[in-house]
């Protein structure tokens, strides 16, 4: 028997198709030509094969008894890595069966004109995940791929309950596309046999990967309410970097270690040297935790993960465009901020309900609890349009013209050999953090580290100078003002003379 099928982006022209099944056993596929005949010869594919165990226990149940007490063994999970030339399309099926053909399009190249995406969070296991996949699914042929933003299954403590969500999202159309993931706080899932983290979605989904995962096996949950957790998932799935049409994604993952020194730290400030601007002009951040959103709840300061990964990545991550986020229950829409456009939905079908309770906000733009939902990116060169859709009706609760914000090349300018323009333009960072007490925080280019100091510093570096302090120091808004290049001076920095305060 085959089911559970869906199908993962893990590169550029690559793509990997998983299931379960009672055995093992090959993958075909042909390439489809433009008015999707077969062609050519069918090719076969012999999968990866893997199980797992998971036995919920005292690490994770801390408040709660677990669910399912028993050990859970999974069924047996295949993969098949599928490489063709980006945008192409092709049809698989699997065995034993064999099963009917199914169709697929590989995303297209970075740099090429066009991208459509679908993004969901929070996705879950009821009649409302369902409604959310049967969308998404009228939707497919104008869709290159998509993305959930974490907080898939929602298995919470009963571990066959991914078996009943893979095979609802295979079922009800989400299986359609192809789609990147990203973990959540429900993918943490501590085991007992293993202490080890993330299991289910480590064994379970691919991504595409910058190193192979690291992952220690002394996982303790301090807090669930706080989000206090210490764990250490580091490379494979938990983050990672993708690029396709005119976006550069960067996936991030709260759930891990996210200090300066902390390794998802260093991986992002060498991985936004790579980003070409020139050819992937949107630079999108994914996240499962939002930083920027009025709901009452989840807030970032009051949870410890988001918290920490903030207060280290967003410095660097000032020339960003666009931010996609779950974890709270609703959608919401940012006015921008200093530059950048935060969305947040994780309002794919969660079985914790909608939550629709707001603060008051200056910078929400359009935020709604009352429906679930699913949104449609669409980038066309520096350009981009999106829209939020209700999923049981599939209209249009809001949506809104984007642009790609002028950004110096870092790796055009390193590849062409210029490495003091590439420097000069590293130092434009403009901060904002949320330090414990009034200060001033200096970014360094050659540590990549913020230190705090006192409200006049000069920070001479890379043969520049740059002059830092704080503007707003109750509010931990902090300004750094370049004194030189100004032609490559990021949007939202503001630009000061020598001579001025």
């Known amino acids: 028997m085959v089911e559970q099928v869906h199908v993962s982006v893990v590169g550029p022209g690559n793509l990997s198709i998983g299931w379960a099944s009672t055995e093992k056993a090959p993958l075909e596929f042909q390439e489809l030509d433009q008015q999707q005949q077969p062609l050519g010869e069918i090719k076969s594919i012999s999968p990866e094969s893997d199980r797992y165990e998971l036995l919920c ?65 929070d996705l879950g296991q009821t009649n409302f995940s369902a409604a959310t996949c049967q969308s998404i699914r009228a939707h497919a042929n104008e869709l290159d791929m998509g993305v959930i933003l974490g907080d898939l299954a929602y298995a919470d403590s009963n571990a066959s309950r991914w078996d009943s969500f893979q095979r609802l999202f295979d079922l009800q159309g989400c299986a359609d596309i192809p789609w990147l993931v990203l973990p959540g706080n429900h993918e943490i899932e501590p085991d007992d046999l293993s202490g080890e983290a993330f299991v289910p979605y480590r064994k379970r989904w691919r991504t595409p990967e910058a190193k192979p995962e690291e992952v220690t096996n002394d996982t303790k949950v301090i807090s669930w309410h706080r989000y206090d957790l210490r764990c250490r998932y580091n490379f494979g799935s938990s983050w990672y970097a993708f690029s396709a049409g005119p976006a550069h994604f960067v996936a991030l993952n709260p759930y891990t270690e996210a200090s300066p020194d902390a390794a998802q730290i260093q991986w992002l400030r060498e991985e936004l040297m790579k980003v070409r601007r020139t050819t992937t002009p949107f630079l999108v951040v994914l996240t499962h935790a939002p930083w920027v959103h009025s ?17 280290s990545a967003e410095p660097l991550l000032s020339t960003m465009d666009l931010m996609f986020s779950g974890h709270v229950h609703a959608y919401e829409r940012s006015k921008p901020v200093d530059g950048v456009q935060h969305f ?40 981009g349009h999106w829209r939020a859709l209700r999923s049981v009706d599939g209209a249009v609760v809001d949506s809104i013209s984007l642009a790609a914000r002028r950004m110096p090349d870092l790796a ?43 409200p006049e510093t000069v920070v001479k570096s890379l043969g520049r100078t740059s002059k830092c302090r704080s503007t707003q120091p109750t509010r931990a808004h902090q300004r750094c003002a370049p004194l030189k290049k100004a032609s490559l001076r990021p949007r939202g920095c503001v630009q000061r003379s020598e001579t001025g305060s």
Request: proline share 7%; charged share 20%; aromatic share 8%.
């Open 344 to 383: 947040v939905l994780g309002h794919g079908g969660n079985n914790e309900k909608l939550y629709n309770r707001w603060q008051q906000s200056a910078v929400s733009a359009f935020r709604s609890g009352d429906h679930y939902g699913w949104g449609l990116l669409t980038l066309e060169g520096s350009e």
């Open 295 to 311: 709901s009452r709840v989840h807030q970032p300061q009051t949870e410890m993960a988001t918290f920490h990964l903030r207060s």
């Open 412 to 454: 055009a300018d390193l590849a062409a050999g210029d490495s003091a323009a590439a420097a000069a333009a590293s130092v434009l960072v403009c901060l904002k953090i949320l330090p414990r007490r009034p200060s001033t925080a200096v970014f360094s280019p050659e540590s990549g580290r913020l230190s705090s100091s006192s």
């Open 57 to 121: 226990g005292e690490r994770f149940a801390l408040d709660s008894p677990c669910a399912l007490r028993t050990r859970y063994r999974s069924p047996l999970l295949l993969q098949a890595r599928v490489s063709l030339e980006p945008g192409k399309s092709f049809r698989f099926r699997l065995h034993p069966g064999p099963t009917d053909w199914r169709v697929q399009r590989v995303p297209p190249a970075p740099g090429a004109a066009v991208l459509r995406v679908a993004m969901v969070g």
